[in-house]
């Protein structure tokens, strides 16, 4: 079974940045798509960003400040998020996308921008 395990959440201060790793139990090589997203509370769980071959793809509020990057020799992929601000608070989660198996969600790391 495929697993997805998420680190580097805390506590920072508005302005400031943090570094979220997700590294893969499987080579990230067979995986189509790797992606963030988040979930705040009282509010849906929505995309931050997504990397697979080639390209990156970014929520329009992450524009610039969010770096989406892979590390295929660790089998991770990374987030780096710089200016955060308070509304970026939330449980960052992050996705695996399989062409030929169920895609996989890991267990949420929880990011917090207060002063």
């Known amino acids: 079974q495929v697993q997805l395990v998420e680190s580097g959440g805390g506590l920072v201060q508005p302005g400031g940045s943090l570094r979220l790793s997700c590294a893969a139990s499987v080579s990230i090589f067979s995986i189509y798509v790797m992606g963030w997203y988040r979930q705040a509370p009282g509010k849906q769980r929505e995309l931050v960003a997504t990397v697979s071959s080639g390209s990156t793809n970014y929520a329009d509020s992450v524009l610039g400040r969010f770096t989406i990057s892979r590390d295929n020799a660790k089998n991770t992929v990374y987030l780096q998020m710089n200016s955060l601000k308070p509304e970026d608070t939330a449980v960052y989660y992050c996705?695996?996308?399989?062409?030929?198996?169920?895609?996989?969600w890991g267990q949420g790391t929880q990011v917090t921008v207060s002063s």
């Open positions: 996705h695996a996308t399989f062409i030929s198996r169920p895609n996989v």
